[in-house]
Every structure is written in C-alpha cells, then in structure tokens.
C-alpha cells in the first residue's frame, strides 16, 4: 500500500520574491512610469484647461488663428464610449478594459527585451493613453475630448497617444523585419563567397 503523499502547497508570494522582482525590473518600470507620466500629465493638464475655461459644446481658438476654425478647432467635448467616440454609453465596459490593457502592459512590459525600443516605447504610449482615459471614466464617468480636425472625431492626447502608440509598434515590426532580412542576405552572400575557394581547390584536386 502506497503510503499517503503530502499536499501540495501553493507557493506563496512574499516580500522576498517581491523585493528581488522589483530588483531586476526596477529599471524597466522606471522607463514605462517616467514615459507614462510625462503623457499623463499633458493629457489631464490639457483637459483641465478645457473644462475650466471653455464650456461643453463650445469651440475655441487664438485669435490669430480663426482662420483655422474651418479645419480645426479646440472643442469642448464629452466622450462616454472608446477612443475618437466611437461605441458610446460603454463607460463601464470600456473602464474595465482600460484596467485590463493597463495590467496586461504591467505585466509583459519588464518581460520584454530591453534593447527592444520600438516595442517598449508603444507599449509605454499605450500604457499611458489607457490610463489617461482611465482617470477621466473613473473621476467624471465620461472622458473629455477636445481636439477637432476638420470632420474627423473629436479626441485627447490620451487618445493620441495611444493610436501614435499602435504606429510606432508598426514602424518598429517592419524596421525589425528589413533588418532581419538584410542580415539573412549578408550572411548568405558571406557563406557563397565562402564556398567558393572550397569548391576552386576541390576541382584543382
């Protein structure tokens, strides 16, 4: 008869574990914050300026730059659905799914290569745009927008910031790509160009 075995127990997190994950990640997190904070701070500034001095609905420019208004416009706008207002009365869907994109960078964001620029930079934008937005949806139930470019939707910087996000990732997966497909090729050529004596003495044999 087999003799009974222990249970197994869950491993538990301590401040162990904790202080030496922040020992190797610290730098990672510092890059994401510093990024995050300097676009969460435009973005709240700028939509505080907004609803303390222009009031919903309305638009407003220098006026050295009326001329402007039939292409673009400071517009006081309220926001309750996704980025550029599409999907509206979604508050609370699109609340919980701005927590969920925030953990998920959280997470992968110090898992990532650090030489890895382009993708740590989008990450970082996007970090900062969820969160942005997160503050607005979480303190006033709705998300200020206030940008207006001819008839294109209304947005912030947060929304911004996450679409120039999504590009620079782009940018950097086809840059990486051309990379990787240059240094095939060199290495290709290097081999034939390698081969090639080889296969001169080998007749001459």
Do not use: C
Request: aromatic share 12%.
């Amino acid at each position: 008869m087999e003799s009974p075995q222990p249970p197994v127990r869950a491993k538990r997190l301590n401040l162990g574990s904790v202080h030496n994950f922040l020992k190797d990640h610290g730098f990672d997190y510092l890059i994401l914050f510093l990024i995050g904070a300097v676009i969460i701070g435009l973005d709240q500034w700028t939509k505080a300026l907004v609803r303390a001095r222009i009031p919903p609905g309305n638009d407003w420019l220098p006026d050295g730059l009326a001329w402007l208004l039939p292409y673009a416009r400071i517009r006081h706008w309220h926001n309750t659905g996704a980025a550029f207002g599409i999907f509206q009365n979604g508050n609370l869907v699109f609340t919980i799914l701005a927590i969920i994109v925030i953990l998920l960078i959280l997470y992968y964001f110090p898992r990532t290569e650090r030489n890895d620029w382009w993708l740590r930079v989008a990450m970082a934008m996007q970090f900062a745009g969820a969160a942005g937005n997160l503050i607005d949806r979480l303190v006033f139930a709705q998300v200020t927008d206030f940008i207006s470019v001819g008839n294109f939707a209304i947005f912030n910087v947060a929304d911004a910031s996450i679409s120039v996000g999504v590009a620079v990732l782009l940018l950097g997966v086809w840059l990486k790509e051309r990379a990787e497909k240059k240094s095939s090729a060199i290495n290709a050529s290097l081999k034939e160009k390698v081969r090639e004596p080889i296969d001169d003495e080998a007749k001459s044999g």
